[in-house]
């Protein structure tokens, strides 16, 4: 079956790292992707790592990939009041091209 | 900035009629998906199309349709508007050999009265 699954909400202090997270249920995942979404806005690609990898870094994020486990995270290191905004996981199959997406993880930054 | 623009930003519909959404992709790119976001939930997809044919499509009824047009721009068409359409409607262009990146729109948001 298709689900991707993500906690609602995440609050961090400004400076602190954040940790996003996201289990998936097909195992046929080829592709899984972290999208930002700010008020009012469309999505915007932050990055995405295939399925035989199991981390990617690029600058301040960071994604770990448990295929095991189906789980899927998102750090964001040195979060600043303008990571504010609602993250989505996203999980692509090899024999469709539709994503398949997570309700998504609302983080807020303080000071 | 994706490149991917759309219109109209802001649509006001009444229960029973039709509506035409728009989307023109990036530079380069052959696919279009569109997705449908309800308030406060994920994006799900509607049908993707590839040289101005559905290439898949998602658990919607018919009265969703779309067209590809030569330039690669597309519509989202939607007839007998209920009000459960009321959502942001985006479309994601892409390349089909990287149909790993697939690059938003700002989104239509239509209101079903």
């Known amino acids: 079956g298709e689900d991707v699954e993500q906690s609602l909400f995440l609050s961090v202090r400004e400076g602190d790292s954040s940790v996003i997270n996201c289990t998936y249920t097909?195992?046929?995942?080829?592709?899984l992707y972290w999208y930002k979404q700010e008020p009012g806005a469309g999505l915007q690609l932050l990055t995405y790592?295939?399925?035989?990898?199991d981390m990617k870094q690029d600058q301040r994020l960071t994604v770990l990939l448990n295929k095991k486990d189906k789980h899927l995270s998102l750090r964001i290191a040195d979060t600043q009041t303008g990571d504010s905004a609602i993250y989505f996981c996203?999980?692509?199959?090899?024999?469709?091209?539709?994503?398949?997406f997570g309700t998504g993880t609302r983080l807020q930054v303080f000071p | 900035e994706t490149g991917v623009t759309q219109s109209p930003t802001h649509l006001i519909k009444t229960r029973g009629q039709q509506v035409t959404l728009r989307c023109s992709s990036q530079?380069?790119?052959?696919?279009v998906s569109w997705y449908q976001q309800a308030l406060g939930q994920g994006p799900q997809f509607i049908f993707q199309y590839y040289r101005e044919e559905e290439n898949g499509r998602g658990n919607f009824p018919p009265r969703f349709s779309g067209l590809q047009f030569p330039n690669y721009s597309s519509e989202l068409n939607v007839n007998a508007l209920e009000l459960d359409d009321s959502a942001l409607y985006l479309c994601?262009?892409?390349?089909?050999?990287?149909?790993?990146?697939?690059?938003f729109g700002p989104g239509t948001r239509l209101t079903v009265t």
């Open positions: 994601a262009s892409s390349f089909t050999g990287q149909l790993y990146e697939q690059y």
């Open positions: 790592i295939f399925s035989n990898m």
């Open positions: 996203a999980e692509r199959t090899d024999n469709t091209d539709k994503l398949i």
């Open positions: 097909d195992s046929s995942s080829t592709y």
């Open positions: 530079s380069g790119h052959n696919t």
